[in-house]
């Protein structure tokens, strides 16, 4: 067998994108044998006998066969559980992180740019750079609410074609002001993307919106509520949009597994929503112990995770000894100045949100 490891070398440095070149791929961390508190995760698994339940429909797959392009029946469900009005369509992709990509190569006409504020989910960012989009971010305000002059600037100067707002927004976990965000709807000549992905862990739902403006749509994932390995995520709009996403979709994009798994899951939806409401009592818990400890300060949260700031104590220095304890965090520092010394942790079940305050509480103390 030859080594082609040179010539492999020499190939790509000509032949890939110079920028890709020069890109990073997404870093995952290494979380073996930790409690894995860094990505809102759900905890828990299918409850009851749901899991046998889910076994027994996956051993009906017809695997020699393609899946249901369309995934009818899985739109049925959702359409049901999340009572989507007839009036609009929903999108289908691989997480919404496909979702997202679609949006933005549907959108990416010449000079076309992506905005969102910041700090906010990275994909925004990162999809619009790999697609060769020119991405804007607006900073938040330092209670990471909307800048709304900043914002209402940058959208006349940029005018961009897409705007995601994350509402909760990760990774600071609240909600903007819906004022604020209906003045962007009016202002922007582009679409509005609200991305959804923490809507089992909140109150609000901005499907309302649909009906009073052209340029929004609606996007959810079901990876927060126990689903994060099957990977679907959701865009409701109307038939118009969806029709254009749906041209830069490839065809079978959801495979049959995750087809049958997503149907069973939305027929079961009452449970998979009743195990998210253990987690917002949790949340509420969590965030009260985390208020006694003193030397953090926390923000409220309307999603399954919380973000706190060290107080006197480099994060970093608290991250790396909570790692020591087992307990994986994610550590914000150094992603925008607005995250200095700031951890997000996710919200998980009582043992493990204990454990991590035990831990939590050593390492500050260790600091001095
Ligand atoms: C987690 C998350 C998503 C994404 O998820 P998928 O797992 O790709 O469905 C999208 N948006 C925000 C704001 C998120 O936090």
Redesign the pocket.
Known sequence: MHDYSDQVVALTAALVRPDIQQMSAYHVPNAAGLIKLD??ESPFPWPGDLQQQWLEKLSTAQINRYPDPQATDVKRRIRQVMTVPDAYSILL????????QLVIQALAREDAVVMSPEP??V??KVIANINRVNYVGVSLTKDFALDIDAMLNAIAKHAPAVI?L?Q????TGNLYDLQAVEKIIIATPGLVVL?E??SAFTDRNHVGLLAKYPNVVV??????VGL?GL???LLIAHPGWIEMFDKVRLPYNINLLTQLSAEFAFENYGQLQALADIICQQRKELADQLEQIGRVEIWQSE?NFIVFRTLSVNARTVFEKLKEQGVLVKCLDGAHPLLKNCLRVTVSSFEENQYFLTALKAALQSCG
Not at 93 to 100: A, H, K, Y
Not at 219 to 224: D, I, L, N
């Open positions: 990505a809102m992709g691989n997480g919404s992180d496909e979702v997202i906010s989910f994909m925004f995601f994350a909760p927004n990760n990774p991305d992905a923490y996007m959810r994932t079901v990876s927060k994060a990977r679907l995520g999603a």
